[in-house]
């Protein structure tokens, strides 16, 4: 039943999952032109995982990171009312979620998938957060997950080195306005520059003979490295000074920096912008490389598994990526 007090948002629960096949730099230089040294010095990433075998999709990841998150709280499925899948590597074009809602047999649930490649979770937590302090909704289940090793040229040594695949969910109630822990956000989208990362729908160079309608498919990650750099580099810090400075909070307040894990020169960059130590910098990327939607829950999860996070710690969470959209939540953790 719909509430009509504003009410807060609380985290309790979160859960991931990746491949088990691994492939290491090493790996890659045996497909492109590439070694090791290169790909560590210019990113970080040292192996990512890999969803192998015939049959296999984002659904299978984000099932078992559902699972997880609901089994650390002994939560039943069918409290959820509501599951978001931020994804950009559907199994269906119609929409993923739905398949998810039916496998982890959350039958109480609405489910619908969001697309915003890099920034996926972090408008999926947002979007959540609206309906739990509106009242709409008391459980939300929300999953970041991709599987971008199905859309990589994998002979495009530019892209092909920095994608990864994986899954990680979070699970948000509402909660009295005291105990909030999704403090602010800060979203952002500039589509003048979709084309520096996209993964685009290519036309036939032929109509339907009596139709005129072109028909085609979609093909492969396409990047220009070097401006995505200049603009994550860029706009990520400002977007983070702004909703530090509506919710006036201090750089010297931050706990933790969680950024997409995207390439670590650029986690640096971001944390140096901001005169934030670098010890503060949650990092996994150098296990699983870029694994889009799912970076951010995926880096919490095993930060949250390593006890590196304490109650009441600060913790500012970006994303950034094709669209081009980023943004910043800041959430205070709670034990
Ligand atoms: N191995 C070896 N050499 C490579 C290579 C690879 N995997 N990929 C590119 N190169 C070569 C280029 O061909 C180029 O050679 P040239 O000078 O002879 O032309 C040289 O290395 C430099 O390429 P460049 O693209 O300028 O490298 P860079 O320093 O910009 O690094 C990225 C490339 C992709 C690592 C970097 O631009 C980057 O991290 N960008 C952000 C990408 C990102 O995070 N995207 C996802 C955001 S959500």
Redesign the pocket.
Known sequence: MKSLMMQGTQILSTGSSVPDSSLSNDQ?SQI????DK??VT??GIKKRRLLTGSRKSVIDLAVVAALKALDKISMSALEIDLIILATSSPNDLFGSASQVQAQIKAFNAVAFDLTA??SGFVLAMVTASQFLQSGSYRTILVIGADVLSKWTNWSD???????GDGAGAMILQSCLKEFNQVLGFQLNTNGNHWNH?CLSYEEKINPHPILNVYQGSFKYIS?N??E??KF?VSQVPLSILKCLHDLNITINDIDWLLL?Q??E??LTAVANKLSINANKIIVNLNNYG?T?AASIPLALDEALDQKQISNDDIIVISG???GLTWGTVIIQWKC
């Not at 492109?32 to 070694?35: F, G, H, I, L, M």
Request: with cysteine.
């Open positions: 890659i492109v032109e590439t070694s290169w790909i210019r990113t490649a890099c040594r530019s892209t092909c080195i920095l994608f990362l990047m490295g070097k995505v750099y994550a997409h995207a390439n020169r650029i870029n889009s950034f990526g094709a």
